[in-house]
């Protein structure tokens, strides 16, 4: 058997698969939940984020510092628009 390093061997598991298990079970105590985890959300990327995403990527301005705040904010005003 091939000899693994001690950095691979002190790799733990995926924590995705605990979120998702978190997840389903707060949507089994009937939880309204918009889910990241995989495969999620089940929804299209909404107008607002795509248009930013190429604004974004027109202005040569797509490292993820410079991306994340305005996707951040857009993601904010889908989900909870301002008064």
Not at 53 to 59: K, L, M, N, S, T
Not at 72 to 80: C, G, I, P, Q, Y
């Amino acid at each position: 058997m091939p000899q693994i390093s001690r950095r691979t061997e002190n790799l733990g598991t995926e924590n995705a698969f605990v979120v998702l298990a978190e997840v389903n079970e707060l949507v089994r105590q009937g939880r309204d939940i918009i889910s990241f985890c995989i495969g999620q959300p089940d929804f299209h990327t909404p107008v607002n984020v795509q248009d930013a995403a190429v604004r974004a990527v027109r202005a040569r301005s797509t490292s993820p510092a410079v991306v994340r705040i305005p996707a951040r904010m857009a993601r904010a005003e889908m989900v909870a628009p301002a008064t």
